[in-house]
């Protein structure tokens, strides 16, 4: 009873007294934890699209057939498969893209005889089969689908399909949990007439045991691959895990600075009670107890964290979905991610992560309140100057440990023993200890450094201020780590998107160089894996304006075990059209069996030109000269690309998936594009784009994709300016002794605020010092090691020195300004109550 | 040099002052005495310019502070007054010659020679780094004693300067006091709940209950 006693007095008292430093502190450790959980939520959904998608509607079935190429495959494979095996399902499959709604959605052809039986519509009334089998545009759709949209039964909607709309007449909506989230039900036969897919598959689903799955492989066509639904959902897995993890990774970097600023707090409440504490220990009580009073402490808030961090990580959640669902349908396939809920599972993350952080903040300070002997409490001044000889020693830690962390990102970037950088990310983490060790030293060599300046320049407050932060150097030096830690990740990421987007740019230039591009509308990924109608491809190469026309087709292939994305072009026209019109030797027109890989795979699996790679196809396994290793950002999944006549040759396919047309010169592309869209309207959905627009839209994805970053950074300042705030504010609460005896002796409130105002200012330039020294050591990590092991992407490290002078000078700015609160509240001190002692 | 003119003070429905009335000379050392809680540091707050009396008039050379702004009262204060505190009040994180300096930096002035003359004459020499916490409550008080005098204020305010200290010490600091002053002819208010130390006062008044006793 005695410690809840001492619980009730000590700190509920004091968190309630100081309510507003409480919630700065409540909100600082809610932010990082709601980012952190909103960031998990959205990419663990990611995943559950996936799994969803995979498993599609047949879920009790462990096994799928599919082209090993991603593409549809002639329907006779489903008689041998059923002769062999009781329980399986033909799926045809089509991605939709709702242009009203901008929603994604999946259509699947059923074998509706067998599945209807499984499924139940949300009318509980038997559910219209006639209509849905005699309608050739007849869909269900998921009740999820249906709210969403506002959707009812006997509503028509229109959906790009390939590339062309259509109009879907919805006969009925089904509720069944297990049903991915956006799914239209086409009975197959139907799907197969209208969307032009007669005698074709998508994939065969199957339950079978590992005996009989493997007779099924040896009787299939050697293009056609029996997986097991796991594994395809671990290799889907796999490839979003770099970006997971790296997007996790810089959503910790928030909890980081919530875990400096309860540190601040914890810590300065120990100051500020080490009357108390003496008192106590005077009377009798343990030093363990005075150590779980403020662990207690800590607790206390990283509980209330954590309670709003899952609100607000609920509102994170859905912000981050939208991002995240974008990211992945451009660089992998197209998701469509629903449900944000937290589940309690991440309620529990949410609660063990605020306790943690709690604990691990509050654990030294609790410690050094336990050190505290009564005769320091009358000595005001002298409790940080017991540590002040430690200043050095913790320096030289700080420089050990940054030593360290630059030793492991470098062995992480030679050896790479992971196939994640985890070292890279622990060097990181390492080094921002390390620098967190070091700035006490940092501080007091500043301010040494600025002391005079500083007292010929603002007198009396520059002197009070200086000498206020020599004093207190080790709570600064905290208000400066969060500063620090800030400006870093904003230096870093933002080297790291103004250096990718210089890279991507010289990539725009020396790969989009046709006139015009014609694209299915439907297809909102990079690369598109359903062909163009021939009759589309003919149609658009048959204008007078048209010189050259290059049809790239994409493909998913086997390389070195792994599904990689296979492009095939026209070599020699666009060796012609990127270099004048000179005649090419057949090894650079790819007319020999050469292979162009992007960096990524050359890094992978230590490839460079002149080697020879197997390649999995059709016709079985080819080999392959490696011409060419260059960069590639369409995809982080391995690009390779070929010449056209290999697709004909080993994949016995000659159609396009994307066409890039050259015009004759002199011709008027405005006009074209114009005549070119005329001619289509209403027979075709396409997306017809000149070189330009083109461009611009590369890099508005690119911009798009890093828009979750952008919110990282935002909220990671906000954590930093709430630890600046939280430090200045516990000073005022701390110093109102020291405040009113300014007053007395004629200092005004203005000089008070300049005192707060200047130390901000301190601590801001000292931050954003700093942080640029953490922010370019991070930047080079995150740009050579960790981008490199994770997505094989090459960036020429730039720094955008014009960028980064305008936003550090914002965060300088803000801080300054942040020193403003805390002198409002000076203000409010009355001066006679803390200087007359009747 | 100060008059005090029917001045009452309110501390919500507490009447701590009741119609003072009083004068002080230039140069003049006044003690006034009393129990706790009699006023007497309220009165001095209200010629030290950190209040203001809810009815009557303060008037300082001719001035009438009673009425001035926030802002007149600070710099009333700066230029002024030099206050002693029972509890010493020194800035904890600046040393012994920068609490000294402090009212000439406010004041935007600067003279080290000084401060020093006055850490001699204080008999601090060599302690002109020390922190506070390095000191003993004696010294301490030299230090806000230097601190009070520095600027060449007129009027000095000490309110129970030597309530921290043992006797002998706070004989000492008494002994400081009046030397220092009476040199330059400060005006000196000194309250005290220890009558004895009345005898450095040229004139000593008693309060009671709000109330100046005759």
Known sequence: ?838 | MIRLEKVDKFYGQAHILKDITLGIGKGEFVSITGSSGSGKSTLLNLIGGMDRPDKGRIIVDEDAISSFTDEDLTLYRRRKIGFIFQFFNLLPNITVFENIRMPLLLNSTDDKDRVSSFIRRVGLQGKEGSFPFELSGGQQQRVAIARALVHDPEIILADEPTGSLDSQTGEEIMELIKELSSESRKTVVLVTHEAYLSRFADRTLKIRDGVILS
Not at chain 1, 470 to 490: E, K, P, T
Not at chain 1, 573 to 593: M, T
Not at chain 1, 730 to 754: A, D, H, M, N
Request: with cysteine; net charge positive.
């Open chain 1, 1 to 838: 009873m005695t410690f809840l006693h001492l619980v009730r007095l000590i700190i509920f008292r004091n968190l309630r007294r100081e309510w507003f430093l409480t919630v700065l502190s409540v909100v600082g450790v809610a932010l990082g934890i709601g980012l952190f959980i909103g960031v998990k939520v959205a990419s663990d959904r990611a995943v559950s699209s996936f799994e969803s998608d995979i498993r599609g509607m047949n879920t009790a079935m462990n096994f799928e057939i599919v082209d090993s190429s991603g593409i549809d495959f002639p329907e006779s494979a489903y008689r041998t498969v059923l002769d062999m095996v009781d329980n399986c399902l033909p799926v045809l499959r089509a991605v939709g893209h709702m242009q009203a709604a901008n929603e994604t959605i999946t259509i699947e052809g059923i074998y509706t005889a067998r599945l209807m039986s499984l499924i139940r519509p949300v009318s509980r009334q038997p559910y219209d089969l006639e209509r849905f089998l005699r309608e050739p545009d007849g869909v269900m759709i998921s009740k999820q689908l249906a709210e969403a949209l506002s959707l009812k039964k006997g509503e028509k909607v229109t959906a790009l399909v390939y590339d062309r709309e259509y109009s879907l007449s919805i006969v009925d909506v089904i509720d069944e949990p297990s049903l991915p989230a956006k799914i239209v039900l086409m009975d197959i036969g139907n799907f197969q007439d209208y969307f032009q897919k007669t005698g074709y598959l998508s994939r065969i689903d199957l339950d079978a045991d590992a005996v009989t799955a493997q007779s099924v492989m040896a009787a299939l066509p050697p293009h056609l691959a029996l997986v097991s639904k796991e594994q395809s959902l671990q290799d889907r897995k796999a490839l979003l895990k770099s970006f997971r993890y790296n997007l996790q990774f810089v959503s910790l970097i928030a909890i980081l600075v919530g875990l400096f600023l309860l540190y601040n707090t914890v810590f300065l409440s120990v100051i500020k009670r080490r009357t108390e504490i003496g008192i106590l220990r005077g009377l009798g009580v343990h030093r363990m107890t005075i150590v779980l009073l403020f662990l207690s402490h800590g607790l206390l808030i990283g509980a209330l964290g954590s309670v709003a961090g899952v609100v607000f990580g609920q509102v994170a959640a859905s912000f981050s979905a939208l991002a995240v669902e974008r990211t992945i349908s451009t660089i992998y396939s197209p998701i469509a991610i629903s449900g944000t809920l937290i589940t309690v599972k991440d309620i529990l993350l949410a609660f063990g992560l605020g306790i943690a952080v709690s604990l691990g903040a509050s654990a030294l300070p609790a410690y050094e309140a336990s050190k505290v002997r009564p005769s320091e409490t009358s000595r005001e001044g002298s409790f940080e100057g017991r540590y002040l000889k430690y200043v050095g020693l913790l320096a030289a830690a700080g420089l050990a440990s940054i030593t360290f962390g630059v030793i492991i990102s470098w062995y992480d970037y030679n050896a790479m023993p992971f196939d994640f950088p985890f070292l890279a990310y622990a060097g990181i983490l390492c080094m921002i200890a390390g620098f967190g060790l070091a700035s006490p030293f940092f501080l007091s060599n500043v301010l040494r450094l600025i002391r005079l300046p500083a007292e010929k320049t603002f007198a009396a407050t520059g002197q009070i201020a200086i000498n206020d932060m020599q004093g207190n150097v080790y709570r600064f030096s905290v208000a400066l780590m969060s500063v620090a830690v800030s400006c870093a990740l904003i230096i870093a990421l933002l080297t790291l998107i103004f250096s990718f987007r210089g890279s991507l740019r010289s990539w725009i230039r020396q790969n989009i160089n046709a006139d015009v591009y014609v694209k299915p509308s439907s297809c909102s990924s990079n690369f598109c894996f359903f062909p163009l109608s021939p009759e589309l491809v003919e149609l658009v190469s048959g204008f007078e304006e048209v010189d050259a026309v290059d049809r790239f087709r994409t493909l998913h292939i086997d390389f070195f075990g792994k599904k990689v994305v296979a492009g095939f072009g026209d070599m020699q026209l666009q060796k012609r059209y990127r270099g004048g019109h000179q005649e090419l030797a057949p090894e650079e027109a790819g007319q020999d069996k050469s292979v162009g890989i992007s960096s990524y795979l050359g890094f992978r699996h230590s490839l460079k030109i002149g080697d020879t790679v197997d390649i999995r196809t059709p016709r079985g396994s080819e080999q392959f000269v490696v011409r060419d290793v260059f960069s590639s950002y369409s995809t982080t999944a391995g690009f390779i690309y070929l010449d056209r006549q290999w697709l004909k040759e080993f994949w016995s396919l000659d159609d396009a998936t994307q066409v890039a047309l050259y015009l004759r010169e002199g011709s008027d592309i405005s006009r074209f594009i114009g005549r070119l869209k005329e001619a289509v309207r209403g027979r075709y959905a396409v997306d017809v784009m000149n070189n330009d627009e083109l461009r611009k839209r590369v890099l508005s994805i690119f911009d798009k994709t890093f828009a979750i970053t952008y919110a990282i950074e935002a909220i990671s300042i906000a954590v930093s300016l709430i630890g600046v705030v939280n430090t200045l504010l516990t000073f005022v609460l701390e110093r109102k002794r020291e405040i009113s005896v300014i007053r007395y002796l004629g200092g005004s409130w203005q000089q008070i605020t300049r005192v707060l105002v200047l130390s901000a200012g301190v601590v801001g330039i000292g931050g954003i010092v700093l942080g640029s020294f953490m922010g370019l050591a991070m930047s080079v990590i995150f740009i050579t090691v960790i981008n490199k092991i994770s997505f094989g992407w090459e960036i020429q490290f730039r720094i955008p020195y014009l960028y980064l002078s305008g936003v550090t000078a914002v965060l300088f700015l803000t801080t300054l300004l942040s020193g403003l609160i805390p002198a409002r509240v000076a203000r409010r001190v009355d001066p006679k109550r803390f200087i007359s002692f009747e």
